[in-house]
């Protein structure tokens, strides 16, 4: 492309909302073989809210609601602030937690009233040397429908079964369609359960999933995608996101998300809509042809 066609597309862009740092990949962005995007706060709304808690025997549901909203106070993970706002919507006023411990990708634990109290994905329980399974098909069905399911464990017994379910962002499925309309493969890569990955693909039109992916694997799965599918772009929000957003060959950020995102990325959406992407591939495909 010459100059000038370039600086006509980023000047469009722009107007679109869709900031390119790197003039470069208005040019390159038209390769793109895959879209992944990141699930939580890119395809979702990111404000999960607390749908189901189920205690097992022995665990009153206020009593186990408290303490554990009264660890998830001190986490800034958007599950942690679905739980605490639970519990302060039911006017629970909320202990202190004591030696809070968060550990990426799997959850959090505290003292709170002098018991122990681990919150987290089925994962987290497992290191914990607890077997989920006691908790029958619960998981599975939550799953289904889409919800993630949580665990938590009080002095070392599993004590209860929450879900959270985080709203899709209504321009998603829009965005999807328009990707596949260009010709494009799209892939979510998330940290959430296998099972809810899935639900929420199918609801979306997601033609492949990497779920359960830790925080420091979303790099090895935008390498294997690209290995399977060619150039790929990536587009996410968060923190987690930011090695992520370097390696892609084209890195989007969602501008509403954090600022190490937005500095690992080539492309920021200035807005929280993914059809921003759909904006930015039309744009390279168009400018590309302007000079031919
Ligand atoms: P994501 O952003 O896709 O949810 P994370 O790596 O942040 O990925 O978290 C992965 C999983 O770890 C979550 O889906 C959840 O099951 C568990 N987890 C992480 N932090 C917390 C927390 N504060 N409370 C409960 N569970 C947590
Ligand atoms: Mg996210």
Redesign the pocket.
């Known amino acids: 492309a010459t100059p000038t066609s370039i600086m006509v597309g980023t000047g469009r862009a722009a107007e679109l909302g869709v900031l390119f740092r790197q003039g470069e990949a208005l040019q390159s962005l038209k390769e793109t073989g895959i879209v992944a995007l990141d699930?939580?706060g890119t395809l979702t709304q990111g404000r999960p809210e607390l749908t189901d808690f189920m205690t097992a025997p022995g665990f009153s549901e206020a009593e186990a609601l408290r303490l554990i909203a009264s660890v998830?106070s001190r986490?800034e993970?958007p599950?942690?602030q679905a739980i605490a706002a639970a519990a302060g919507r039911r006017g629970f006023p909320l202990p202190a937690a004591e030696g809070f411990e968060?550990v990426?990708?799997?959850?959090?634990s505290a003292l709170v009233e002098g018991r122990k109290v681990d919150?987290?994905?089925d994962r987290?329980m497992t290191t914990l040397g607890l077997d989920v399974s006691t908790f029958g098909d619960a998981a599975a069905r939550l799953g289904q429908e889409g919800k993630?399911p949580?665990y938590a464990a009080i002095d070392g017994r599993l004590a209860a079964v929450i879900a959270v379910a985080d709203p899709i962002k209504a321009s998603t499925p829009e965005a999807i369609a328009a990707l596949h309309a260009l010709g494009l493969k799209v892939a979510m890569i998330?940290?959430?359960?296998r099972r809810t990955a899935e639900a929420i693909a199918r609801q979306i039109g997601i033609d492949q999933v990497a779920a359960e992916v830790?925080?420091d694997g979303k790099v090895e799965a935008v390498k294997r995608l690209r290995e399977a599918h060619g150039r790929i772009a990536f587009v996410g929000d968060?923190i987690?996101d930011a090695p992520a957003l370097a390696e892609a060959d084209i890195g989007i950020a969602i501008g509403t998300g954090t600022d190490i995102a937005i500095e690992s990325a080539d492309v920021v959406l200035m807005s929280g809509d993914v059809r921003g992407v759909v904006n930015a591939i039309a744009l390279s495909k168009a400018t590309i042809r302007n000079i031919r």
Request: hydrophobic residues 35%; proline residues 7%; aromatic residues 8%.
């Open positions: 699930k939580t998830e986490s993970h599950i942690a968060a990426p990708g799997f959850g959090v919150v987290g994905a987290f993630s949580l998330t940290g959430d359960n830790l925080p968060g987690n």
